[in-house]
């Protein structure tokens, strides 16, 4: 019978080490997954899942159960992902006369052609990573991660509704941004 994440927090809290370890094995694949999407570069994923990884660890005492241990760390990740988009912001400027270019090809690339889509995919991530780190956050766990609206919220911290309206302008402001792509 496996264990449970909350008695395995409860461990860890407790100080044992290997408690936690069995944590990070079993959402590592995830969060890493969720980091990616976030930042679109494997360093900068391995580095806000390691950061993550060692805030949930310090922090794992406060955990009281209230929400599951994985959307506990996603909230953590999440504000990892955050303070790391707002560092790398004007570092990370991206000429626009390279993302004109790079469109220019994948709109050029046939669509049922595997490059032509795989430059589509590569081209919506990018443009998700141009997103404000709220509305970022919101379209990947909703579009990327497959969240519901309730567990979105849960694992931001905020009211539904909040949820709904930051989603809907993520979604007018991307429309806009991907204009450029419709056939």
């Known amino acids: 019978m496996e264990i449970s994440d909350i008695d395995l927090a409860r461990a860890a809290a407790g100080g044992d080490a290997q408690a936690f370890h069995a944590l990070v094995d079993r959402h590592s694949a995830e969060m890493f997954r969720l980091a990616l999407s976030l930042c679109g570069k494997r360093a900068d994923a391995e580095d806000i899942c390691q950061e993550a990884f060692f805030g949930a660890f310090r922090g794992v005492h406060r ?28 570092r990370n400027a991206t000429s626009l006369d390279l993302v004109d270019e790079a469109g220019a090809r994948s709109r050029n690339a046939s669509p049922t052609s595997p490059v032509g889509s795989v430059d ?49 302008r993520a979604r007018i402001e991307l429309r806009k941004l991907l204009k450029d792509y419709e056939p």
């Open 63 to 90: 955990f009281d159960g209230r929400s599951s241990f994985k959307t506990w760390l996603t909230r953590i990740l999440l504000r990892q992902a955050s303070k790391t988009w707002k560092k790398n912001k004007a």
């Open 120 to 168: 589509a995919s590569l081209d919506i991530l990018e443009v998700i990573q141009r997103l404000g780190p709220e509305h970022q956050q919101v379209v990947v766990l909703r579009e990327l991660q497959g969240m519901s609206y309730d567990q979105i919220a849960q694992t931001l911290g905020i009211p539904r509704g909040t949820v709904e309206s930051r989603l809907f």
